[in-house]
């Protein structure tokens, strides 16, 4: 699996979405499932899936799809 497909497979998993709602729109709070909660869900399956420790003001600026991807750049990870 590449870093893609992690990437898409943990906001799928944990908000339960299709592949087809995985784009420029999805924001936090946009849908029910990513709300407070469902934001640490989120970034406990990211930070397991590409063995890393996110900082607590890049889990606070994740705030979108698009944003969480910008993010994981600066930790090397290559979308």
């Given amino acids: 699996m590449n870093n893609q497909e ?16 995985l784009n420029a729109e999805l924001e936090y709070n946009t849908i029910p499932e990513w709300d407070s909660v469902g ?8 930070e ?4 890393i420790m996110l900082e607590t003001d890049d889990v606070i600026d ?3 799809y698009n944003k969480g991807k910008e993010i994981l750049k600066k930790y090397k990870i290559e979308m």
Wanted: charged letters at 20%.
């Fill in 6 to 21: 992690k990437y898409n497979q943990a906001f799928m998993e944990n908000f339960s979405i299709e592949a087809s709602k």
């Fill in 39 to 46: 934001h640490m869900s989120l970034i406990a399956s990211l």
């Fill in 48 to 51: 397991e899936a590409f063995e």
């Fill in 62 to 64: 994740f705030s979108s």
